[in-house]
Nanobody, 123 residues
Framework: QVQLEEFGGGLVQAGGSLRLSCAAS????????MGWYRQAPGKERELVAD???????????YADSVKGRFTISRDNDAKNTVYLQMNSLKPEDTAVYYC?????????????WGQGTQVTVSS
């Protein structure tokens, strides 16, 4: 099992910044992808950004709505921590943000989720 603990949500004014972090613990060997999803009231959960580790290379991907404003990074040493730097925040970024990790065991991927952290952007 993998446990994910998120930090860094809160209330910020439009144009401000927040940094989210997520630390994985437990059976972390085999985690090859970590990312952030979000879910706003009345909407489906959507991918914000993720980073996939291929060998020593981290490949990041972003939702179009956050490109140029958000940056995802993975701790190069611990490799069990992922960060999301969110700049130029907009009211439409308001949502519960969930950390996700994918652990591969014998070719099968298993998804793990954090409990979520609220991000509220006021106009």
């Amino acid at each position: 099992q993998v446990q994910l603990e998120e930090f860094g949500g809160g209330l910020v004014q439009a144009g401000g910044s927040l940094r989210l972090s997520c630390a994985a613990s437990g059976s972390i060997e085999g985690i090859n992808a970590m990312g952030w999803y979000r879910q706003a009231p009345g909407k489906e959960r959507e991918l914000v950004a993720d980073v996939i580790s291929v060998g020593s290379t981290n490949l990041a991907d972003y939702a179009d709505s956050v490109k140029g404003r958000f940056t995802i990074s993975r701790d190069n040493d611990a490799k069990n921590t992922v960060y999301l730097q969110m700049n130029s925040l907009k009211p439409e970024d308001t949502a519960v943000y969930y950390c996700n990790a994918v652990r591969r065991v014998h070719g099968t991927g298993y998804d793990y989720w954090g409990q979520g952290t609220q991000v509220t952007v006021s106009s």
